[in-house]
T-cell receptor, first 112, second 114 residues
């Protein structure tokens, strides 16, 4: 079935470090891929999406490129700030109408 | 900006108790969802709905019922609550099943079953 794997449960960085959070997926065809961010005490919110091979999604300095061959959609940011501390979820639109499949989430901690 | 509200924000009940969590969205979205969030599991879909009177089963439906009474209102029912249902529950809505597929989440309800 459709699924998303995030290998890092937690990432700790210093301000201005480079960020990579890994996301791999399992699904047939070309599923739409997403990143959501959840700040403390809030519900998750949409960050960006991509829906075809080699398409780059981006928002707020974060970006990810759809890689069909590697079945990946890794989140990156060149220089993280303390305000980026949050939980990041990778997701895909599955074959069933209207639903998303979320990964387990990666908690990002940025130390000032 | 889409608005999704949930009530109550916090709830404590005992094992075997009856609990109803409420969700309302005010943007005429067609789709509504109930998720639970637990450490190590991320967001898991319990039930979802395409519209009033419709119900679809998610990935972890056991022990939960849901009802979509109007386009705006979606309820999650725990008729015999168990400690394993202690969790943070999120409701979400989305406009349609194409385009950005963006889901808008509510602030969450923290449920504790003693």
């Amino acid at each position: 079935g459709d699924s998303v794997t995030q290998t890092e449960g937690q990432v700790a960085l210093s301000e201005e470090d480079f960020l990579t959070i890994h996301c791999n997926y399992s699904a047939s065809g070309y599923p739409a891929l997403f990143w959501y961010v959840q700040y403390p005490g809030e519900g998750p919110q949409f960050l960006f999406r991509a829906s075809r091979d080699k398409e780059k999604g981006s928002s707020r300095g974060f970006e990810a490129t759809y890689n069909k061959e590697a079945t990946s959609f890794h989140l990156q940011k060149a220089s993280v700030q303390e305000s980026d501390s949050a939980v990041y979820y990778c997701a895909l639109r599955g074959s069933a109408l209207g639903r998303l499949h979320f990964g387990a989430g990666t908690q990002l901690i940025v130390i000032p | 900006e889409a608005a999704v509200t949930q009530s109550p924000r916090n709830k404590v009940t005992v094992t075997g108790g009856n609990v109803t969590l409420s969700c309302r969205q005010t943007n005429s979205h067609n789709y509504m969802y109930w998720y639970r969030q637990d450490t190590g599991h991320g967001l898991r879909l319990i039930h979802y709905s395409y519209g009033a009177g419709n119900l679809q089963i998610g990935d972890v439906p056991d022990g939960y019922k849901a009802t979509r009474t109007t386009q705006e209102d979606f309820f999650l029912l725990l008729e015999l609550a168990s400690p394993s249902q202690t969790s943070l529950y999120f409701c979400a809505s989305s406009e349609r099943d194409w385009g950005t597929y963006e889901q808008y989440f509510g602030p969450g309800t923290r449920l504790t079953v003693l």
